[in-house]
């Protein structure tokens, strides 16, 4: 799609790097990026990870913003002017989930996944691209939910629908102007999200079938960096995750809603 965009002194901010796959993104930018800028709530865990990186050459800045509230996502534009980074790479990486019956879900956590996982993504890149250096790159994270209306993960499987579609039409447009947008779509991968999406109660996902699906999440960061690297548009990481990608993407509908209800028990 895009020409590819190369790691060597990028300028980089990343979303959602106080844990996860943004730490990791972190961590494997490090050794080749010139400047860093953590993005995220927790001032404590981006500090940790700012610290993990104090062996590398990288500039590491801690930008604490709650990415829900437009006050947030305004602070991280101040932010990088205020400490002059002109930045050439944007991974909009922050997200969350939320599993159990859009019925029962809170307004608040239903629209805290909105602001976050759609909101945010597209208002922060709206505000970034004008100042961005030429060449670029975008990693938007996306899930391999996207591909799947997925009961008990109603919302948030929709707004990663949102991402995919979003992205791949950014990365037509954005291509002539020197820019590589690359979606990553991860299956499960063990990191925070888990806890973040469960209920009071504890309610889980139905996990059937996922253990397949489960890669690290360093393994998720270097595939979706080589896919940034190569200018590819999407990438679903690890074997398991590519064929699900590509079958639920062709499955009929109508198919497809029923091999889901049945999942769900609900027939
Ligand atoms: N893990 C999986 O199975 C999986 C699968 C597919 C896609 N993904 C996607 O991968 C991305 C990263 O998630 P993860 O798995 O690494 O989970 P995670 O460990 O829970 O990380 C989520 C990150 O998002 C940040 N975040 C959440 N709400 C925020 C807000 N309001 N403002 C600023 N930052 C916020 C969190 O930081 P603070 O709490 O410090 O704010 C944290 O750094 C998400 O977009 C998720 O949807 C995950």
Redesign the pocket.
Known sequence: MGNGFSLDQCRAVI??????????FARQLAPRAKVLVL?????E??ETVKKELSGTRTQVLCCV?????EA?RSEVSAFLTANGVKPNLLI??????DYGSFASSTAEKTR?QI???IT?LTMLTHELLPQMERPGGIVN?????STLPMPELAV?AA??AY?TSFSEALAIELAPQGITVSC??????????????KRGSGGDTNRDGQGLL?IP?SQ?VREALIALQRGRACVFPGMGVAIAGRVFRLMPRGLMRWVLKRRAGKE
């Open positions: 979303t959602g790097a106080s844990s996860g796959l943004g730490a990791e993005v995220a709530r927790r001032a865990a981006l913003s709650d990415l829900a509230m947030g909009n990486n922050a997200g969350m989930g805290a602001e976050v996982n945010a994270v996306s899930s391999l939910a948030y707004s990663k991402v990553v779509c991860p299956g499960p991968t063990p990191t925070n999200f888990s806890q973040t999406a489960r999440p998720v």
